[in-house]
């Protein structure tokens, strides 16, 4: 190995056991990680510029600054209101058909924020009711990662991707070229959570009827980057003009790079700036919108992705991958693939896996002289699919927190979950991703 794949080698395992330990925030261990390479010359400069300056980045940027326009408008709490008026007439199916509402909205904006707005009015409904908010914020969790597999700015994971393997040369994917494999998916783990979820968690968990509930600690969510959701317990008055103008631009900005007029980068930031001169939004709260934290740690694991491809470290890792699976078909490759990204992504962030393995992914299929395009796909979907811990995805240590789950009920719950989205998963890249 060579000096640089040493460092970078270090690095990487730095990072990585940082984020396993949890002790400090994943935006700055991410930071720090690409400081060291740029301070050892792995990465130059320029290279940190541009993972800064990502497609990637741009687009989530845009999109959180677009979200927040929507927020301050008074549009979420007026649908708030209406919910709930829903669900104290409909029921337990109601807060389900609410938990759906919701899910839709992740699949075009970061699940994150939508949980942190969403989780306290589940469990404030589910209290009014008087059934136990834990045999539903779990399946919110689950509910938000499910369809923000859905298109390709439904989480930052798929934009990632679809970042990294440009760099390796593969062409970009469209904003739903990947909804005939996330549909699927989030529509058969929706229906194990409606069928099964429920009865799991009150099995084993107790049934409160109480309205105590455990706070958000930040010492326990370092990787989350959420802080406390009563943040968001503030009601603003609906602007209807506001709203509007909101909503159009949103829903513009997605149809533009759904139909090719231009990429997801350049729609979504066309209309944060949009909102700016139209006034909808200052600028002032569009920089509050941001999420920064979000952003540099994308950004971080970008230029970790960089060091690895430009020191010759992701093509070794590749070389032994490829090495266990040369002997068997592409089907059977697309498949270990698929698990060993599920797998580490319950360890690791999501980030940091898609860093990872997508340049795997891509070297795989050119071993095998097949497409690169249905290992993209399986990174994509396996990196969220992250069901079986509560530290796997940040929604679940939302929820975690929130409800005052154990460790073994989102083992109880989301293992099996990770199963059948794997088969669904692996089935669906076939029948629409062939080799």
């Known amino acids: 190995m060579t000096v640089d794949q040493i460092l970078t080698l270090l690095v990487l395992g730095g990072v990585v056991l940082m984020l396993i330990l949890d002790r ?64 104290t007439r409909m029921g337990s199916k ?42 539903y914020l779990m399946p919110l969790s689950y509910i938000t990662v499910l369809t923000g597999c ?44 409606f069928l099964v979820s429920g009865r799991l968690l009150a099995r084993h968990g107790r049934e409160e009827r109480t309205e105590a509930s455990h706070p958000i600690d930040p010492s326990h969510i370092a990787s989350a980057q959420v802080g406390d959701a009563n943040v968001f317990a503030i009601r603003r008055p609906l602007n209807i003009g506001k709203a509007v103008v909101a909503l159009l631009v949103f829903g513009g900005a997605i149809l533009l790079a759904a139909i090719n007029v231009a990429p997801i980068a350049a729609t979504a930031f066309a209309g944060a700036v949009l909102l700016i001169l139209l006034r909808v939004i200052s600028a002032d709260e569009a920089y509050s919108g941001l999420k920064p934290e979000i952003l540099i740690l994308i950004a971080g694991m970008v230029v970790i992705g960089i060091a690895m491809e430009r020191s010759g470290l992701a093509e070794q890792a590749s070389r032994l991958l490829i090495g266990g699976v040369h002997d068997l078909s592409p089907l059977a490759a697309l498949i270990v693939l698929y698990l060993v990204t599920m797998v580490l992504t319950e360890l690791l962030s999501n980030a940091t896996v898609a860093v990872l393995l997508t340049p795997v992914a891509v070297a795989l299929a050119e071993s095998l002289a097949v497409s690169p395009r249905p290992f993209l796909v399986a990174v994509m979907m396996a990196a969220s699919a ?16 929130m409800a005052g789950y154990r460790y073994m009920d989102f083992v109880r719950v989301g293992l ?19 080799f």
């Open 24 to 87: 400090m925030r994943a935006d700055v261990v991410a930071l720090a990680g690409a400081a060291v390479l740029l301070m050892a010359g792995v990465v130059r400069p320029s290279e940190v510029q541009s993972a800064f300056a990502s497609p990637a980045i741009i687009a989530l940027a845009s999109l959180f600054v677009i979200a927040y326009a929507l927020e301050l408008s008074g549009l979420l709490d007026r649908a708030i209101t209406l919910a709930v008026g829903l669900c």
């Open 94 to 135: 109601g807060i389900w058909l609410l938990l759906s509402m919701i899910g839709s909205v992740s699949c075009f904006l970061n699940s994150t924020p939508i949980v942190v707005l969403g989780a306290p009015v589940i469990r404030d409904v589910a209290l009014t009711l008087r059934q136990s908010p834990k045999r």
């Open 150 to 193: 859905c298109t390709l700015v439904g989480t930052s994971t798929n934009l990632l991707v679809d970042d990294m393997a440009s760099v390796a040369g593969q062409p970009r994917f469209g904003i739903f070229e990947i909804t005939p494999v996330g549909l699927p998916i989030a529509l058969v783990g929706g229906l194990y959570l």
């Open 386 to 401: 992250a069901f079986a811990t509560p530290f796997g995805y940040q929604t679940n240590v939302i929820v975690y927190q």
């Open 416 to 434: 099996p979950l990770n199963i059948i989205t794997c088969a669904t998963a692996i089935l669906a890249i076939q029948e629409f991703f062939p």
